[in-house]
């Protein structure tokens, strides 16, 4: 059985949270990535990216994502 979009988006941002809370940032940072692909129109998505960003102290992507924007590392 496959999950239908909204489903596939919310499972993978869930893990991806836990990912973070659970004290593995960077797998938080790739599920809700992976979430966002899936619904790349969803605002709550690069809002909770720009949340993990920011607990990671790294706020100029926290501000891109929460923007909806990339950081551009080049």
Same mark, same amino acid.
């Given at each position: *059985? &496959?999950? !239908?979009?909204?489903?596939?988006?919310? *499972?993978?941002?869930?893990?991806? /949270? %836990?990912?973070? +809370?659970?004290?593995?940032?960077?797998?938080? @940072? !790739?599920?809700?990535? &992976?979430?966002?692909? @899936?619904?790349?129109? =969803?605002?709550?998505?690069? /809002? =909770?990216?720009? *949340? @993990?960003?920011? #607990? %990671? &102290?790294? #706020? &100029? +992507?926290?501000?891109?994502?929460?923007?909806?924007? +990339? @950081? #551009?590392?080049?």
């Amino acid at each position: *059985t &496959r999950l !239908s979009p909204a489903a596939a988006w919310w *499972t993978v941002l869930l893990l991806g /949270l %836990l990912a973070h +809370r659970a004290g593995h940032p960077a797998d938080g @940072v !790739s599920l809700i990535e &992976r979430a966002i692909a @899936v619904d790349p129109g =969803n605002p709550a998505l690069p /809002l =909770n990216l720009g *949340t @993990v960003y920011h #607990d %990671l &102290r790294d #706020d &100029r +992507r926290a501000a891109a994502a929460a923007l909806g924007a +990339r @950081v #551009d590392d080049g």
